[in-house]
């Protein structure tokens, strides 16, 4: 399996596990120049941006140490570049999901993985 599927499936994943606590998705994969955004969902009047990681193995860290300052410092500029497009802008926080284990089955849900202000 190629790593972009590996990837898409990861999201799928998470986005699963995420509705099953009741967030539902607004976007996929939103790109544009200032970077990539996994997954943004709705959690009652919060958008949520979510970066997702899956390890297998932990030779190179987990999950979790992959989202650096820099990728951080992305996904708040796209974000930001995202929040432009609507009409008022909403109360917003930035999650990770996290996936590791065989096949990325096992699962954490990091709230407010990061915050705007020190990204």
């Known amino acids: 399996m190629t790593l972009r599927l590996k990837g898409n499936q990861a999201e799928r994943y998470a986005e699963a596990f995420l509705a099953g606590h009741r ?3 607004v976007q996929r994969n ?3 120049r200032f970077g990539e955004i996994d997954l943004i969902m709705r959690d009652g ?6 970066e997702v990681r899956m390890r297998t193995n932990r030779n190179f860290g987990d999950a979790g140490s992959s989202i650096t300052l820099s990728k951080q410092r992305k996904v708040v500029r796209a974000a930001r570049h995202y929040l432009l497009s609507l009409r008022t802008e909403p109360c917003c926080r930035f999650d990770a999901v ?12 990091i709230r407010n993985a990061f915050d705007v202000n020190y990204s």
């Open 23 to 25: 967030l539902v998705l």
């Open 45 to 50: 009047e919060t958008l949520v941006f979510v």
């Open 30 to 32: 939103y790109r544009c």
């Open 98 to 109: 996290l996936l590791s284990g065989n096949e990325g089955r096992d699962i954490e849900w």
